[in-house]
């Protein structure tokens, strides 16, 4: 069992929050982790590199000289890779390095992400999370004075609030994400995750909801 500390707009301490990390996963898989963080960084590249071969290089196709007699080797274009302003001979082309993993298991890494930050007490709640205006000062003093200032984190609301994202957008090392659009690559890779108390409690029971569906289909079968 977890004890999360839940803190106010203001940044200071109000309460704690008990959580058994098994509510969320029962187990963490860490090679499941790997492959779906891998999987991520992998549709993040870009992949646009090119090279001219032969055929695209500007030149002459003439054949430099004749075949026979001269005393030199062979030669056929310009354009060949072997010369000087030729093509390349395995030129790069654009590559699409994205791929996609089963749905169930980029599901289950994120709930893992979650469940692995809770344990390493790398959680943090924040109780009434709103803005009424784009106001950086006040989540910047939040973070301050939760002593997270200057570090990672990933501030998670429940649904899209854009008072909360036009305040935070400006935070340096601070990410803002509906708890909806949470994935295991966004959680892992910040220092410090902070949920909105609405958010995490409708996560929470969305995942107990889920581990008991899959403990009834085990014992059916």
Not at 70 to 97: C, E, Q, V, W, Y
Not at 100 to 109: F, N, S, T
Not at 118 to 146: E, F, H, R, W, Y
Request: a positive charge; aromatic letters at 4%.
């Amino acid at each position: 069992m977890a004890s999360l500390p839940i803190y106010d707009m203001s940044g200071k301490e109000v309460g704690k929050y008990e959580i058994d990390p098994s509510d969320l996963a029962a187990s963490i898989n860490k090679q499941l982790l790997h492959d779906v963080v891998v999987m991520y960084q992998a549709n993040l590249r870009q992949g646009s590199k090119k090279t001219k071969t032969r055929a695209e290089v500007a030149g002459s196709t003439k054949k430099m000289y004749k075949q026979k007699g001269t005393g030199n080797a062979r030669a056929g274009s310009r354009r060949s890779g072997i010369r000087r302003g030729g093509g390349h001979i395995k030129a790069l082309g654009n590559r699409d390095f994205s791929y996609r993993m089963p749905k169930k298991a980029v599901r289950l890494a994120t709930k893992m992400a979650v469940a692995s930050k809770v344990s390493s007490g790398q959680v943090m709640l924040v109780d009434g999370l709103s803005c009424d205006s784009p106001q950086t000062s006040v989540i910047a003093s939040m973070l301050k004075n939760m002593g997270l200032s200057g570090q990672t984190a990933l501030l998670a609301t429940d649904g899209y609030s854009p008072m909360i994202y036009k305040s935070a957008r400006n935070v340096a090392g601070l990410s803002v994400m509906p708890v909806g659009d949470l994935n295991a690559y966004a959680v892992l890779r910040c220092r410090s995750v902070i949920f909105a108390k609405s958010a995490l409690d409708g996560f929470r029971e969305k995942a107990v909801a889920e581990l008991q569906e899959k403990a009834a289909a085990v014992a059916a079968s």
